[in-house]
């Protein structure tokens, strides 16, 4: 592995919308930072070369959504297998959520994380930590002392916060730190015990819904707080053709809210829950066809800031089981950026729209020195192959879990190469 | 045309061929329960296992019955008797009766798709014997054939389905044979157990006396009295008030409709006990036609398993 020496990334396209930069350029990279960006062939330099031809060269992609279940639930994932799964599928940096066990809302977790994530020495982990104490929604968690050891943002992702008042002290109390509270829109009663979106699929297999209300609901209900509190709301897994309304209405006032979609929410539908597939089991539920033309077409806006998995690893003994039984969630990080570049070929989204959601904005968001190519930054760049074709195997995947929907399906695009701080950490040696 | 698949999950999907064939294979069976020996060596030496994780007397009886006029060896294992309770997954419970060689299994599983996992794990056929609000198909086969027995055809008939449309088994399998065989439905019931999205399935009706207008077939559900309590009725008082069948509601289907339930029924809360047990009820001839239709899905499904495996041997 190539310790923090020079590396020059010739021949490649550069998508660098930070600095208004698209096109043919050379990228030196020196002890960790990036050095020069310049014209083809102006970069005289003693360095390592990567030949980036064919490929995009972009700001690392950062995954601001996923569960790496250290500490507590080693046997789904660990931070070492999480970030060997994040660099394999592009991503220079993950933020993770707080519902390991214990919690992470106390510094301590916070800096066993980030511990954990210097050992493994592949992907830079931002922890979230959690909203409340044990995210049992009731009181606040002691965030000045877990923003002092890194974390990000807040949440209590998983746990919908049901109790409006403290979704509001909440609200009030991050803004000493600046960092965004993230939510999880879904009203518990309403969600009740369904195990998959309320519509005709549900009914037809029998099968309790969740309606797109309950989302909808809490969602505005965190507006309307939000206007009154200010701060700065980060909507988790955006599904609902509703919630966009609202979200679009919102952003149209003024109001300092920010939103992610998940690549499922997008690449698939509640038809994928026929034949009672417990991989297309999640939280929210896959929706329907009219939901997802409406999130796509409100990340090709803009108004979608973010793509992001929530990554969630379940052992197969979780959902090797009757539907009803089967654990909420799916595996993301090795799919994400395939299934975004689908997009790009099939639904009109600009190679620059899907940078900024994939790096800019979730760097902006959670204020990570990331998301651009800028002389000076750190050298977290992510290289692209759009054309490389390959089928998802899911034994092959690097998560320790393999629960996926996309087993077996042909993708198109992949990570060429996953350099942080100007480490190539992917591909490893002997692979790929 | 003949039935090929391997398993009865459910009526969906079914052609009418496929379910004509059923019933007519069904209908050459009723004779055998109205002789004096009522037993035919059909699948002796074969093992049916009945696998309940929800509590049945009524199709669990139904299927013994059945196995046993087929001289069928059938075993019967609840979930309260079963290591079930004891933490054992349905995949390791499906292993270990694959395992013990069964040449059919019937299965009622209170969650929906279950018999579709088992069928995923066991090398024989899986009968579904309802699972959750998916699917009952039996159940539907037996009301079509009392159907058509009854009125001579199925095709354009007009059926309606009343009560607890939303958590119904029944429902599912019977709206997708009936409309596959060429009759109309109606659904009908209060908005909070008939969502809109249903629709789809038939014509939807809130008052019980307009949607039973002229219809030829009437089809009660059971309601489960736990509803009440997670609010889709007031009470069971103001839910019979609404969509009991009574003599005064029926008046208004077609003078010779006639009258399903499932069973078992709750008298005075669905139906009332003048139309349960008047002209007009066909519900022991659907106890009746219950064993026909079991014994004649035991002899397609064990029947095809045993050329399956005797085909195995000879490669």
Known sequence: MSQAGALLITGGTVIDPVNDRTGPFDVLVRDGRIVAVEAPGRIEAAADRVDAAGCWVTPGLIDMHVHLREPGYEYKETVATGTLSAVAGGFTAVACMANTKPVNDSAAVTEFILDRARIAGLARVHPIGALSVNLAGRELAEIGEMFEAGIVAISDDGMPVADGSLMRRALEYAQIFDIPVIVHEEDPQLAGDGVMHEGGTCHHLGLRGMPAAAEEAMLARDLALLQQTGGRLHVAHISTAGSIRLLREAKLRGLMVTAEVTPHHFALTDDAVRDYDTNAKMKPPLRQQSDVDVVIEALRDGIIDAIATDHAPHHRDEKDVEFDAAAFGIVGLETSLPLALKLVREADLDPVTLVRAMSVNPARILGLEAGSLAVGMPADITVIDPNHAWTVDLEGLRSKSKNSPFGGWPMVGAARMTIVGGRILWPREGEK | MTFTSSHLLGLEGLSRAELEYLLDSAESFREISDREIKKVPTLRGKTVVALFFEASTRTRTSFEIAAKRLSADFVSISAESSSVTKGETLLDTARNIAAMQPDCLVVRHPRAGAPHFLARYVPCPVINAGDGAHEHPTQALLDLLTIRNKRGRIAGLEVAIVGDIL??????????????????????????????????????YYDLKSGLRGVDVVMMLRLQRERQGANFMPSLDEYSRYYCLTREALASASPDAIVLHPGPINRGIEISSEVADGHASVILDQVFNGVAVRMSILYLLSGRHRAVAEERRVG
């Open chain 2, 167 to 204: 958590h119904s088994r029944v429902t599912r399998s019977n709206v997708h044979a009936l409309r596959t065989m060429g009759a109309r439905v109606r659904l009908i019931g209060p908005p909070t157990l008939l969502p809109p999205a249903m629709a789809a399935w038939g014509d939807v």
